[in-house]
C-alpha cells in the first residue's frame, strides 16, 4: 500500500503563491506518474498538472502559465509551485500516483485546502 500525505496549504491572498508538497511512503518499488488535481465545493474533481518518473509535465490550460508541477525522486515527493493565486483557485488539492510492486495502482492522497481571498 502507499500512502500520499499532501502539505502546503492554506489562506493566501489574491495574486500571492503557495508550494504544496505530497510525500509518498509505504510498501513500492517505484513511483511513475504523478500529479495534482483540485476540486473545489460543487465541481467536479480536475487535473492541475502531472509529472512522469522522469521529469515530463503536462498542464491544464489554467495552469501553464502560473503553476509549476516537480518532483523529488529520492524523496517519493511531488510539489506543486503556484503563483498569481485567484479565487478561482480556491479548493481542496489532491495528490495522486502511480506506484506499486509487481504491478501498480493509483492512489489518492487526503487533500490540502487552499484557499485564495483577502
Known amino acids: 500500500q502507499v500512502q500520499l500525505v499532501e502539505s502546503g496549504g492554506g489562506l493566501v491572498q489574491p495574486g500571492g503563491s503557495l508550494r504544496l508538497s505530497c510525500a509518498a511512503s509505504?510498501?513500492?518499488?517505484?513511483?511513475?506518474?504523478m500529479g495534482w488535481y483540485r476540486q473545489a465545493p460543487g465541481k467536479q474533481r480536475e487535473l492541475v498538472a502531472t509529472?512522469?518518473?522522469?521529469?515530463?509535465?503536462n498542464y491544464a490550460d489554467s495552469a501553464k502559465d502560473r503553476f509549476t508541477i516537480s518532483r523529488d525522486n529520492a524523496k517519493n515527493t511531488v510539489y506543486l509551485s503556484m503563483n498569481s493565486l485567484t479565487p478561482e483557485d480556491t479548493a481542496v488539492y489532491y495528490c495522486?500516483?502511480?506506484?506499486?510492486?509487481?504491478?501498480?495502482?493509483?492512489?489518492w492522497g487526503q487533500g490540502t485546502q487552499v484557499t485564495v481571498s483577502s
Open positions: 509529472i512522469t518518473s522522469s521529469g515530463s509535465t
Open positions: 509505504g510498501t513500492f518499488f517505484s513511483i511513475g506518474l
Open positions: 495522486r500516483a502511480y506506484a506499486g510492486v509487481h504491478i501498480s495502482s493509483w492512489y
